[in-house]
């Protein structure tokens, strides 16, 4: 066992013995700033959406007519303090967010700075016009009703905040409602009289409604189901929501094809009666998976839109209040993915893959109109944001060259980037356009991929050569910088190793998103069965078989589920895997916490042999079950505040390698979460990941 440190100077110059003449480092290719959570101002013509700059998080803004961005707030440390939960006061003259904490998993405020004392998770005030802003209370998820009144969530429950517009004093925050169980979704009428939420208890939830005028509380057709996404209709007076209904022996990490079908349902809110509108049919689609958006459900026109996965593609489809047929609105092979809808309720924004697999486009379409595609080309779009005015679309855009940032739209005329220009240590000159490809897996399922061949590629020279695989696994790998922080960095990494003279497959392996239903609930994916490692040993064997890769070098890395298949490479491949990489893999699902007891406890004698039967086959789907044949080396990263894979799953498997002698090396983060917070903590993992494959499969240096 070796413990890294290297010094900044040996991986320098490892990288001038093993670079091209145009060769840049870690540094450079994630030196760009990173835009995500664009929101629209509710009116006029203005957005604001979040950049992430070597780890300094800031709140930038742009507003017509000239649309030219100012950055809002000045955060000037790489400190891991995440910003979200962006609102805009009705007028659009200041936004409120949140800052700190864990906005993925909540829980215990994470401290990856080592700062000593913990990070408060705080609500904070900023103006449109640039004024500086103002911390004012602990908190997340604040949400301002068109008349002015802010409430937010705090340890689950829901308080309000008074004097948030007060240019001085301290705003007065107030507990407004204690309720049993753990608040959510908070979402004021158009007309600010009343609040809807979710309240989640155990194995069900129930949408509640709070009344301004008489402080009163009532939930709506209350059931034994999951009631989630509350939906407003324009005049105030009805709620639309979505009913899942509750499994208690539902698996996790396996295949859910079908189900008890879903159903939306619409109460009356002074009433509280409810009745459906939808029920999913048996079958594909009856098990709902939704879109990336603020919510589920939109009104529109006299009925509701929302995503569907009848035909085995998740699309938009559309309902009559009074029910009858859902029609589809986004025909076509792909799926549809970010929804945005215009402030006039008519018109739908979406980010979809139909026509070119591999990227993102956005289209639009209403009630009254086919699909018409608003971006094209070889570049990557998404989050669109319709300003209110509906002068100008807004939306977050990608290259193979370019890092996420913000660009308008005005009309149907040419987009413009809102973002200033990055760093001139940024290489774009110097990255690579990725390929598309196509892949056999070793039961012959076609797999898409992303290939990274070198920049200094010649004919017949053999690289070394690395394949990487995505975690989620709902994720999808795309022909340029991803729209997630995460993916974005690898990326960056996976085009440095091509700088440096690999040759890199990126692997949209089976359980991702993005091909369909069946590809994404794919047969014994996961913890029933690894189905996946056909898609690993198909993409080792296609590089094994390229005339310009050298066959003994061939490493493979990957975080998350990425790091799952990556031990599951080494367990049971090592003759075809020099090396590997695992960031935060799972390396025993029947050890997660939970597996046994996540949908309660039974003294069913039926039930207690099902649930060990699924734990047995989630052992032999780990790469623990096949450590005893994994012979080579690893890289084992980790934070130990991971939220997502617990850090007992590196322990368990270093202390097995270590048993067995097999050569392991560790990167540790203490205080870190899955998703690093710190930009630091990405670039000395992946300096590491890059020192490690250079030693484990380059030829040695030349001595001068």
Same mark, same amino acid.
């Given at each position: 066992?070796?413990?890294?440190?290297?010094?900044?100077?040996?991986?320098?110059?490892?990288?001038?013995?093993?670079?091209?003449?145009?060769?840049?480092?870690?540094?450079?290719?994630?030196?760009?700033?990173?835009?995500?959570?664009?929101?629209?101002?509710?009116?006029?013509?203005?957005?604001?959406?979040?950049?992430?700059?070597?780890?300094?998080?800031?709140?930038?803004?742009?507003?017509?007519?000239?649309?030219?961005?100012?950055?809002?707030?000045?955060?000037?440390?790489?400190?891991?303090?995440?910003?979200?939960?962006?609102?805009?006061?009705?007028?659009?003259?200041?936004?409120?967010?949140?800052?700190?904490?864990?906005?993925?998993?909540?829980?215990?405020?994470?401290?990856?700075?080592?700062?000593?004392?913990?990070?408060?998770? /705080?609500?904070?005030?900023?103006?449109?016009?640039?004024?500086?802003?103002?911390?004012?209370?602990?908190?997340?998820?604040?949400?301002?009703?068109?008349?002015?009144?802010?409430?937010?969530?705090?340890?689950?429950?829901?308080? &309000?905040?008074?004097?948030?517009?007060? *240019?001085?004093? *301290?705003?007065?925050?107030?507990?407004?409602?204690?309720?049993?169980?753990?608040?959510?979704?908070?979402?004021?009428?158009?007309?600010?009289?009343?609040?809807?939420?979710?309240?989640?208890?155990?194995?069900?939830?129930?949408?509640?409604?709070? &009344?301004?005028?008489?402080?009163?509380?009532?939930?709506?057709?209350?059931?034994?189901?999951?009631?989630?996404?509350?939906?407003?209709?324009?005049?105030?007076?009805?709620?639309?929501?979505?009913?899942?209904?509750?499994?208690?022996?539902?698996?996790?990490?396996?295949?859910?094809? +079908?189900?008890?079908?879903?159903?939306?349902?619409?109460?009356?809110?002074?009433?509280? *009666?409810?009745? /459906?509108?939808?029920?999913?049919?048996?079958?594909?689609?009856?098990?709902?998976?939704?879109?990336?958006?603020? !919510?589920?459900?939109?009104?529109?026109?006299?009925?509701?839109?929302?995503?569907?996965?009848?035909?085995?593609?998740?699309?938009?489809?559309?309902?009559?209040?009074?029910?009858?047929?859902?029609?589809?609105?986004?025909?076509?092979?792909?799926?549809?993915?970010?929804?945005?809808?215009?402030?006039?309720?008519?018109?739908?924004?979406?980010?979809?893959?139909?026509?070119?697999?591999?990227?993102?486009?956005?289209?639009?379409?209403?009630?009254?109109?086919?699909?018409?595609?608003?971006?094209?080309?070889?570049?990557?779009?998404?989050?669109?944001?319709?300003?209110?005015?509906?002068?100008?679309?807004?939306?977050?855009?990608?290259?193979?060259?370019?890092?996420?940032?913000?660009?308008?739209?005005?009309?149907?005329? !040419?987009?413009?980037?809102?973002?200033?220009?990055?760093?001139?240590?940024?290489?774009?000159?110097?990255?690579?356009?990725?390929? @598309?490809?196509?892949?056999?897996?070793?039961?012959?399922?076609?797999?898409?991929?992303?290939? =990274?061949? @070198?920049?200094?590629?010649?004919?017949?020279?053999?690289?070394?050569?690395?394949?990487?695989?995505?975690?989620?696994?709902?994720?999808?790998?795309?022909?340029?910088?991803?729209?997630?922080?995460?993916?974005?960095?690898?990326?960056?990494?996976?085009?440095?190793?091509?700088?440096?003279?690999?040759?890199?497959?990126?692997?949209?392996?089976?359980?991702?998103?993005?091909?369909?239903?069946?590809?994404? /609930?794919?047969?014994?994916?996961?913890?029933?069965?690894?189905?996946? =490692?056909?898609?690993?040993?198909?993409?080792?064997?296609?590089?094994?078989?390229?005339?310009?890769?050298? @066959?003994?070098?061939?490493?493979?890395?990957?975080?998350?589920?990425?790091?799952?298949?990556?031990?599951?490479?080494?367990?049971?491949?090592?003759?075809?895997?020099?090396?590997?990489?695992?960031?935060?893999?799972?390396?025993?699902? +029947?050890?997660?916490?939970?597996?046994?007891?996540?949908?309660?406890?039974?003294?069913?004698?039926?039930?207690?042999?099902?649930?060990?039967?699924?734990?047995?086959?989630?052992?032999?789907?780990?790469?623990?079950?096949?450590?005893?044949?994994?012979?080579?080396?690893?890289?084992?990263?980790?934070?130990?505040?991971?939220?997502?894979?617990?850090?007992?799953?590196?322990?368990?498997?270093?202390?097995?390698?270590?048993?067995?002698?097999?050569?392991?090396?560790?990167?540790?983060?203490?205080?870190?979460?899955?998703? =690093?917070?710190?930009?630091?903590?990405?670039?000395?993992?992946?300096?590491?990941?890059?020192?490690?494959?250079?030693? *484990?499969?380059?030829?040695?240096?030349?001595?001068?």
């Amino acid at each position: 066992m070796l413990n890294l440190r290297l010094s900044t100077l040996a991986l320098l110059l490892a990288a001038e013995v093993y670079g091209t003449g145009n060769s840049f480092r870690i540094e450079d290719v994630m030196s760009a700033p990173f835009a995500s959570g664009l929101v629209a101002a509710p009116s006029g013509a203005a957005a604001a959406w979040i950049e992430n700059e070597q780890g300094r998080r800031n709140i930038w803004i742009a507003s017509g007519p000239d649309w030219k961005a100012h950055r809002a707030t000045n955060f000037d440390r790489d400190d891991g303090q995440e910003i979200d939960d962006l609102a805009w006061s009705p007028d659009s003259r200041y936004l409120l967010f949140a800052r700190g904490g864990d906005f993925e998993n909540g829980g215990e405020n994470p401290n990856p700075d080592l700062s000593l004392r913990k990070p408060e998770q /705080e609500i904070w005030r900023v103006d449109a016009t640039g004024e500086a802003p103002l911390k004012l209370v602990i908190g997340h998820a604040p949400q301002i009703s068109s008349t002015g009144t802010v409430v937010f969530l705090r340890g689950g429950q829901i308080y &309000s905040l008074a004097n948030v517009d007060a *240019k001085s004093g *301290k705003p007065d925050a107030t507990l407004l409602l204690e309720q049993k169980g753990e608040q959510s979704g908070l979402r004021w009428s158009p007309d600010g009289t009343r609040l809807a939420f979710v309240s989640e208890r155990a194995g069900h939830s129930f949408i509640a409604i709070y &009344s301004v005028a008489d402080k009163s509380l009532s939930y709506l057709d209350p059931s034994v189901d999951h009631d989630s996404e509350p939906a407003w209709s324009s005049d105030s007076t009805q709620l639309a929501f979505l009913r899942i209904p509750s499994q208690g022996r539902e698996a996790f990490f396996s295949e859910h094809r +079908s189900g008890p079908p879903w159903s939306i349902r619409v109460a009356d809110v002074k009433t509280g *009666k409810g009745r /459906e509108v939808f029920r999913a049919h048996n079958g594909p689609g009856s098990v709902f998976s939704g879109v990336e958006a603020r !919510q589920q459900i939109f009104w529109s026109g006299d009925g509701l839109v929302f995503p569907w996965e009848r035909t085995g593609w998740k699309h938009l489809y559309s309902i009559a209040l009074n029910g009858g047929q859902a029609r589809e609105l986004t025909p076509g092979t792909g799926e549809v993915e970010h929804v945005s809808q215009s402030a006039d309720r008519k018109t739908f924004y979406y980010s979809t893959n139909i026509g070119d697999m591999d990227r993102r486009h956005i289209f639009r379409v209403s009630l009254n109109s086919s699909p018409q595609a608003v971006t094209s080309g070889e570049g990557i779009e998404w989050e669109p944001a319709p300003a209110a005015d509906n002068s100008a679309l807004v939306y977050l855009c990608s290259s193979y060259n370019q890092r996420a940032h913000a660009a308008v739209r005005l009309g149907n005329g !040419q987009p413009r980037d809102l973002d200033p220009a990055g760093p001139a240590s940024f290489p774009k000159s110097a990255l690579v356009k990725p390929q @598309p490809v196509l892949i056999t897996a070793a039961d012959g399922l076609q797999i898409h991929g992303q290939l =990274f061949l @070198p920049a200094d590629h010649t004919e017949g020279e053999k690289h070394p050569a690395l394949i990487f695989f995505h975690g989620g696994s709902r994720r999808q790998m795309l022909l340029g910088f991803h729209y997630m922080f995460y993916y974005s960095n690898a990326y960056s990494l996976n085009e440095y190793f091509a700088n440096h003279g690999y040759v890199v497959l990126s692997v949209n392996y089976r359980s991702g998103i993005g091909y369909g239903l069946n590809f994404r /609930e794919a047969i014994d994916y996961g913890a029933h069965g690894a189905s996946e =490692f056909n898609d690993v040993i198909g993409a080792g064997l296609y590089l094994k078989s390229r005339a310009d890769v050298d @066959p003994g070098r061939i490493g493979v890395w990957g975080g998350s589920y990425g790091g799952y298949l990556t031990a599951m490479a080494l367990s049971r491949a090592s003759d075809l895997f020099a090396a590997g990489v695992d960031f935060h893999g799972v390396h025993d699902w +029947s050890a997660l916490r939970g597996y046994l007891t996540r949908t309660g406890e039974s003294a069913d004698p039926e039930e207690l042999h099902d649930r060990q039967e699924a734990a047995r086959i989630a052992f032999e789907s780990s790469p623990m079950a096949s450590v005893d044949t994994w012979r080579s080396p690893v890289l084992l990263i980790h934070g130990d505040d991971d939220r997502n894979v617990e850090f007992s799953q590196t322990l368990m498997l270093a202390e097995a390698l270590r048993k067995r002698n097999v050569p392991f090396e560790q990167l540790i983060f203490p205080n870190e979460i899955h998703d =690093f917070l710190l930009y630091r903590h990405w670039v000395e993992a992946y300096q590491h990941t890059a020192d490690f494959f250079d030693r *484990k499969l380059k030829p040695p240096a030349p001595e001068n």
